[in-house]
């Protein structure tokens, strides 16, 4: 079971740091444009899966056929991925980048070992 942190935790080191010593979740979802640059995001990615939660790489609304999301998720071991049904060609762009990444490296991208997310306590 996961609880996912999405606005509470905002894609902010700080806020996930503090998320994580108060234990408010066990997953975060993780948006690149929220936070701002791509560094802050690593970061915020390291912090979620140094610490046992899962990160769940979103694209954004109305977003474009840009497929860095998917790279972005598998790139960092993140596991997961949030970009919605397939009804828009943005959407399908991101999971035929993942269709790809799986085709080339013989690898599913699945996220099973980050799935099993630390649960919480209490």
Avoid: M
């Avoid at 991101?94 to 991208?109: A, V």
């Amino acid at each position: 079971l996961q609880v996912v942190g999405d606005d509470l935790l905002a894609t902010n080191v700080a806020r996930v740091r503090q998320g994580i010593a108060h234990g408010v979740a066990n997953a975060a979802i993780v948006k690149a444009n929220q936070n701002g640059t791509l560094t802050g995001t690593l970061e915020v990615i390291r912090e979620l899966l140094a610490a046992g939660w899962g990160a769940i790489v979103a694209g954004r609304s109305g977003d474009t056929e840009d497929s860095f999301v998917a790279d972005l998720a598998v790139g960092t071991g993140a596991g997961q991925i949030k970009i919605g049904a397939f009804r828009n060609s943005e959407r399908l762009a991101k999971y035929n980048q993942l269709l790809r990444i799986e085709e080339e490296s013989g690898l599913p991208y699945a996220g099973a070992g980050r799935l099993a997310a630390k649960p919480l306590e209490g």
